[in-house]
T-cell receptor, first 110, second 112 residues
């Protein structure tokens, strides 16, 4: 799996868009980018994933750069309940280990 | 609804005890994982399994073993618990076709 790099922490005002960056400069062609979030004292929860096209679902949008070396998770209207640690991973699936880093701690401020 | 169940939410054990952490999934997933989570260190992979009786070491397997006798159940074993194994333990499962992992709620283990 490609290594990913994320800022350790970010703040966002409630109601504004939260843009969380992830660097995956060594990503290979068959690796997807996955995002998870972990609310305090719970197990991580899948948010979204993509290969090279931008993706959107009911939780968030994922923007992947054309060279696929970085991506941004967008929470369009952050709420206090979005305060969590967000993890970005790059993986091709299959029968292999899945490693997480330390993620970005997002604090949504009232 | 998809479910990964960990047997205990909180567990307190003594140094030297043998500890079993159980995880059961109801989604017929081939892949199962055990992670530990410590403040400032993120999620670290201990072991994973891609089939019954198959296991692979993760990044920090020392001091742990695992067992997968049935597809739905993946057990983490601490042969002789030590205080540095006090941690939050998280189990997850997935299909091998993707990395959409489903996590349990975690077991907070304290070794005294």
């Amino acid at each position: 799996d490609a290594k990913t790099t994320q800022p350790p922490s970010m703040d966002c005002a409630e109601g504004r868009a939260a843009n969380l960056p992830c660097n995956h400069s060594t990503i290979s062609g068959n690796e997807y980018v996955y995002w998870y979030r972990q609310i305090h004292s719970q197990g991580p929860q899948y948010i979204i994933h993509g290969l090279k096209n931008n993706e959107t679902n009911e939780m968030a949008s994922l923007i992947i750069t054309e060279d696929r070396k970085s991506s941004t998770l967008i929470l369009p209207h952050a709420t206090l309940r979005d305060t969590a640690v967000y993890y970005c991973i790059a993986s091709s699936g299959g029968y292999q280990k899945v490693t997480f880093g330390t993620g970005t701690k997002l604090q949504v401020i009232p | 609804d998809v479910k990964v169940t960990q047997s205990s939410r909180y567990l307190v054990k003594r140094t030297g005890e043998k500890v079993f952490l159980e995880c059961v999934q109801d989604m017929d997933h081939e892949n199962m994982f055990w992670y530990r989570q410590d403040p400032g260190l993120g999620l670290r992979l201990i072991y994973f399994s891609y089939d019954v009786k198959m296991k692979e070491k993760g990044d920090i397997p020392e001091g742990y073993s695992v067992s997968r006798e049935k597809k739905e159940r993946f057990s983490l074993i601490l042969e002789s618990a030590s205080t540095n194994q006090t941690s939050m333990y998280l189990c997850a499962s997935s299909f091998p076709t993707n990395e959409k992992l489903f996590f349990g709620s975690g077991t907070q283990l304290s070794v005294l």
